[in-house]
């Protein structure tokens, strides 16, 4: 009797092991829409519950290298490119070589393996109709167009210290500027004049945008076309003197909780069923065996920068302390 007592105590505490280990814990700095859409669709067909916490690309940044000691999640996923580039040379990642990867193209996945493409965004400039109609103003279609003075105190856009969108927006400007610094940080103040209000989450300005809040937003072109789509009253432009895009990315973080389960989702992500549901959002999917959805924008007519993500990367210490520096200090609170 004792022998079986002591036999069922271990089957309990064992399936109590399984059970507790179906779990994978996550940031994502995807909308929280879509990312519980997707990781809903993961635990109903795996079975694996995940815990998710929704972060803009320079919170998860720093909140990797806080628990760096005592890692919290297993996998980032979402985020521009740079970020993931900077959580790699920071020794945040960790390589994962996912079977379903060579669905992605070479140039949207780490050669090494830390982090793998998911979608390409485009930057991108929105207009509230009816403010604009207020006001008297005409959609921007240049970066040169936002210095200008009727569009004083009228453009909102994210902080590059806590937002990858807006420290996309630094890098686009400078390729826009042949890759002179200087120039573009002349343009960056005469921009500051413009911008009304610095967010710290790239979404939140077409988002003000949307409701009336702000005449302009700066951000991507995903998260205004879902805006419109939805009925919001705004018009969208591409950059005609240049746009830069990002590469949204995903990782699997160094010494996470739960390793096996965060491998399971990153392959999953990289699988037909979460590419077409990130592809619901707008996005431009990168995978082969995503279905695109017809935004009325493409990259081909697109004025792309030639975007280097390594460089992005390696240099956004430098830029960010220079745009502390010379413009702002400090997203809103």
């Known amino acids: 009797m004792k022998k079986f007592?002591?036999?069922?105590?271990?089957?309990?505490?064992?399936?109590?092991?399984?059970?507790?280990?179906?779990?994978v814990k996550a940031y994502t700095t995807m909308e929280e829409p879509l990312a519980q859409a997707l990781f809903e669709a993961f635990e109903k067909e795996t079975g694996i519950k995940v815990e998710w916490v929704r972060l803009s690309g320079?919170?998860?940044?720093?909140?990797?290298?806080?628990?760096r000691a005592n890692p919290q999640a297993s996998i980032w996923v979402g985020g521009v490119g740079t970020q993931h580039i900077e959580a790699k040379l920071r020794g945040l990642s960790t390589p994962y070589r996912s079977r379903v990867a060579g669905s992605i193209p070479a140039r949207y996945?780490?050669?090494?393996?830390?982090?793998?493409?998911?979608y390409v965004g485009p930057i991108a400039f929105c207009m509230n109709t009816d403010r604009a109609k207020e006001l008297g103003l005409?959609?921007?279609?240049?970066?040169?167009?936002?210095?200008?003075?009727?569009?004083?105190?009228?453009?909102?856009?994210?902080?590059?210290?806590?937002?990858?969108?807006?420290y996309n927006m630094i890098t686009t400007v400078?390729?826009?500027?042949?890759?002179?610094?200087?120039?573009?940080?002349?343009?960056?103040?005469?921009?500051?004049?413009?911008?009304?209000?610095?967010?710290r989450s790239g979404s939140a300005p077409g988002k003000s945008c949307a409701l009336g809040e702000i005449p302009v937003a700066i951000g991507y072109l995903h998260d205004q076309v879902k805006l419109q789509r939805e009925g919001a009253k705004i018009e969208i432009a591409i950059p005609e003197d240049g746009t830069g895009f990002e590469t949204a990315s995903m990782s699997i973080l160094?010494?996470?909780?739960?390793?096996?389960?965060?491998?399971?989702?990153?392959?999953?992500?990289?699988?037909?069923?979460?590419?077409?549901?990130?592809?619901?959002?707008?996005?431009?999917?990168?995978?082969?065996?995503?279905?695109?959805?017809?935004?009325?924008?493409?990259?081909?007519?697109?004025?792309l920068v030639n975007q280097d993500d390594q460089?992005?990367?390696?240099?956004?210490?430098?830029?960010?302390?220079r745009w502390n520096k010379e413009i702002s200090t400090a997203p809103a609170k």
């Open 5 to 23: 007592a002591l036999a069922l105590v271990c089957v309990m505490l064992f399936a109590g092991v399984s059970f507790g280990s179906e779990v």
């Open 58 to 67: 320079g919170e998860a940044i720093a909140r990797l290298e806080a628990e």
């Open 109 to 118: 996945r780490d050669p090494e393996n830390f982090w793998t493409g998911l």
């Open 138 to 166: 005409e959609m921007p279609k240049k970066w040169a167009d936002l210095v200008k003075p009727e569009y004083a105190k009228k453009v909102r856009v994210a902080h590059p210290s806590t937002s990858g969108t807006a």
């Open 174 to 199: 400078i390729r826009v500027f042949n890759g002179d610094e200087d120039k573009a940080f002349e343009y960056f103040k005469e921009l500051s004049k413009s911008i009304e209000q610095f967010t």
């Open 254 to 303: 160094k010494d996470g909780p739960d390793p096996l389960n965060a491998k399971k989702l990153y392959d999953w992500v990289l699988g037909q069923k979460a590419m077409d549901i990130i592809a619901r959002w707008y996005v431009i999917p990168l995978s082969k065996l995503a279905t695109p959805t017809n935004t009325g924008f493409s990259l081909d007519k697109m004025n």
């Open 311 to 321: 460089w992005d990367a390696s240099n956004k210490e430098r830029l960010l302390e």
